[in-house]
Every structure is written in structure tokens, then in C-alpha cells.
């Protein structure tokens, strides 16, 4: 048996040496705030976010992640509908043809989650020590 | 379309108001001590292994799961293969007709998973505090 075979896949993100993790931050409905959906947002979807704003175009970033259109834009759907303010806005026509960005609310969602993160991986490097 | 279907199923366990996570341990082999397999320890695999500590017998631990023998039986196998000491072992014959029980080094294993994930949630409990 090739070894490729016989690795196991782990889940989650290895954050510390001992410990690996995934989380998800959930949108306002959850804490009740009006005119949210429920939902959350994952690595995935930040990853998608982020490509959105370096891109500036949802097909560029759906391509770039390997994705369709369709999968991305229903993605985009979802978290806008958890907030109470979009997260992603389409340019309509203009000079550039109408491209897609990220709005200020769309840019504090992925600073507080890459921000988590990072103190996620300092908690979870220092509770690896105390695991036999 | 009725209210259960419009809920979106949210991933990992509600840690914090915010934010939801999971998170696995994962085993000797990853840490280069000799004798163990890579693998890892979540949620369910504790459950199992605290119902055969409470039961004391796999059948019976796999039922309360409403799990196949066959399936805890392999999820023994892999949690037993991630250690230099077994986690579970079968106790052969004897008045008691051959329960199962949890090893010291499975019962240090199920006390890792609790007191991190007692940590997790406070750790967590006040990032929330971070998010708007």
C-alpha cells in the first residue's frame, strides 16, 4: 500500500504543535441583532472575501479558489445576509466595467477573524505544552 | 417552505456567544515519540471513550452511541494505535464474562480534552467580547 494510503487526513487547521482547530465567527442574528440571518463565517469564506478584495472581481476570485461562479456568488449572498450592512457590493457599469468590492464592513469582518486567529494560535501554542 | 429548512446547520460547538469551534488533539506520531500512529483525538472519539469508561463494556457503549460495533470497534483500534500504551483494552474471560475498560492513559487522555475545552471556552468567551 502506497503511504499517500495510509496517512490519515487530520481535520481542522494546525494552529499549535498538539492541537489543531477550526472556528467560525457567527453573524449578528445569532446575537440578535436586527436585520441579520443566521450564519457564520469560516476560513473558507474569508478566503473568499479576501480574494474579492485583492481581485476586485467575483469571477477572478471564484477562479482563483478553484470555484464556480455560481457557488461563489451564493456565498456572497449568505453573508451579506448575515449582517445588517453587506459585506460585498457589485459596481454596477461605469469606466471599469463594474467590478466587486469589499465594503468597510466587508474589511472588519476579515480583520476580527485573521485577528481571532492569531490569538487563537498563542492560546492554543501554550495549552499544547501541558498535553502528555 | 417550513422554518427547519431555512436554518442553516452552523459548524462546530457553540464555545461563545460569537464564535463556535472545534478543535482535536492529535496523537504521539505527530510529536516524533516513538510507537505511535498519526491520528487524532475530537469530540466524538471522547464521547465513545466516556461511555466505555461509564458502561464498561464496548457493545454497550456503541449502542448509547447508536453506533456499529464494527465502528467503535475500528475507532478503538485507531485511538489505541496513536499511543506507545493502549487507551482501551478488552478484559479476557473472568466472572465478569470480558468487559472493556479504559486504560490510566486513557482516562489522562479524556481529562486533556475536558480541562483544554474548559479553557477554549473562556479563552473564547472573551474574544467574543472583541466582535461587533
Same mark, same amino acid.
Given at each position: 500500500m502506497p503511504d499517500s494510503k495510509s496517512k490519515t487526513k487530520l481535520p481542522g487547521e494546525a494552529y499549535s504543535s498538539k492541537i489543531r482547530a477550526? *472556528?467560525?465567527? +457567527? %453573524?449578528?442574528?445569532?446575537?440578535e441583532v436586527? #436585520?441579520?440571518?443566521e450564519g457564520y +463565517? %469560516?476560513? #473558507?469564506?474569508?478566503?473568499? @472575501?479576501e480574494n474579492i478584495?485583492?481581485?476586485?472581481s467575483m469571477s477572478q476570485a471564484a477562479k482563483a479558489m478553484?470555484?464556480?461562479y455560481k457557488k461563489a456568488w451564493k456565498l456572497v449572498q449568505d453573508l451579506n445576509g448575515m449582517y445588517a450592512e453587506p459585506l460585498v457590493i457589485k459596481e454596477q457599469g461605469g469606466k471599469s466595467g463594474g467590478g466587486t468590492q469589499l465594503t468597510?464592513?466587508?474589511k472588519v469582518v476579515i @480583520?476580527? *477573524?485573521r485577528t481571532l486567529e492569531k490569538? @487563537?494560535?498563542? *492560546?492554543?501554542e501554550a495549552q499544547s505544552s501541558k498535553i502528555i
Open positions: 477550526r *472556528f467560525w465567527i +457567527v %453573524g449578528d442574528a445569532t446575537s436586527e #436585520g441579520g440571518s +463565517v %469560516g476560513i #473558507g469564506r474569508i478566503e473568499l @472575501l478584495e485583492r481581485l476586485g478553484g470555484m464556480s468597510e464592513r466587508g @480583520l476580527e *477573524f490569538e @487563537l494560535t498563542l *492560546f492554543l
